[in-house]
C-alpha cells in the first residue's frame, strides 16, 4: 500500500549549521511531493513543494530534492536560525482521481543558540 | 492565516456521545479534505471531499462520516466516541495540489 517514511525522527542542530530530512515514498505513481512546518498545537504550514518533472526546488534557505529512480526526497535547511525548530512533515500525492496527501512521521527539529 | 477556518476550536465530551465538526474551505477551492492527528499516529488522511462529491477514502472508521454542502463547507461526524479518538482534527483545501489546512479542531473523549 501506500507508504512515506522519514529520517530522522529527531534532530538537533546549531543555530547556523544544515538540517537534512529524508523520505521515502512506496507509490511509484506519486508525482507531488509537499513539506509541511507545524509548530505546537498550530495547523501544518505548507513551506515547499516539488513535482515529479523537477529534479530540485530552492527558496531561500530551503530547498528540496527528488530522487524518482530511489524513490527518495529530501528537505535542506540551511543556516539554520531558532525559529526553525518545530515538526517538519513530509508528504506524497499521486493524482488518479484524488490528490490525498500521505505523510511521514514527523521530524522535530530543534535548533539551538 | 491559510483562509481555511474549522469550528469548534476545542471540543470536550464524553464516550459515547456524538459530535459533529465543521470545515469552511478558502473561497474558489473545491476540494476538501480530513485528516486526524493523534500523538502515535501522526497526520492520517480520512476523507476527501470534491464539489459536493466524496472523491476519496482513507483510514475513516464506519462511526465517522462526512459530507459536503453546496456552499462547499463540510462537516465530519464522529459517533460513539471512544477514548481513542481524542485528536487534533484538521480539514485543508485545495484547487491543485497545494492543499491548506486549518487550525483544526482539537477532540478531548472523557
Known amino acids: 500500500g501506500e507508504n512515506v517514511e522519514q529520517h530522522p525522527s529527531t534532530l538537533s542542530v546549531q543555530e547556523g549549521d544544515s538540517a537534512v530530512i529524508k523520505c521515502t515514498y512506496s507509490?511509484?505513481?506519486?508525482?507531488?511531493f509537499p513539506w509541511y512546518k507545524q509548530e505546537l498545537g498550530k495547523r501544518p504550514q505548507l513551506i515547499i513543494d516539488i513535482r515529479s518533472n523537477v529534479g530540485e526546488k530552492k527558496d531561500q534557505r530551503i530547498a528540496v530534492t527528488l530522487n524518482k529512480t530511489a524513490k527518495h526526497f529530501s528537505l535542506h535547511i540551511t543556516e539554520t536560525q531558532p525559529e526553525d525548530s518545530a515538526v517538519y512533515f513530509c508528504?506524497?500525492?499521486?493524482?488518479?482521481?484524488?490528490?490525498?496527501?500521505?505523510f511521514g512521521t514527523g521530524t522535530r527539529l530543534q535548533v539551538f543558540p | 492565516d491559510s483562509g481555511v477556518t474549522q469550528t469548534p476550536k476545542h471540543l470536550i465530551t464524553a464516550t459515547g456521545q456524538r459530535v459533529t465538526l465543521r470545515c469552511s474551505p478558502r473561497s474558489g477551492d473545491l476540494s476538501v479534505y480530513w485528516y486526524q492527528q493523534s500523538l502515535d499516529q501522526g497526520l492520517q488522511f480520512l476523507i476527501q471531499?470534491?464539489?459536493?462529491?466524496?472523491?476519496a477514502k482513507g483510514n475513516i472508521l464506519e462511526r465517522f462520516s462526512a459530507q459536503q454542502f453546496p456552499d462547499l463547507h463540510s462537516e465530519l461526524n464522529l459517533s460513539s466516541l471512544e477514548l481513542g479518538d481524542s485528536a487534533l482534527y484538521f480539514c485543508a483545501s485545495s484547487i491543485s495540489n497545494e492543499q491548506f489546512f486549518g487550525p483544526g479542531t482539537r477532540l478531548t473523549v472523557l
Open positions: 471531499y470534491y464539489n459536493g462529491e466524496e472523491r
Open positions: 508528504a506524497a500525492s499521486a493524482s488518479y482521481n484524488t490528490d490525498k496527501l500521505i
Open positions: 507509490d511509484s505513481a506519486s508525482n507531488y
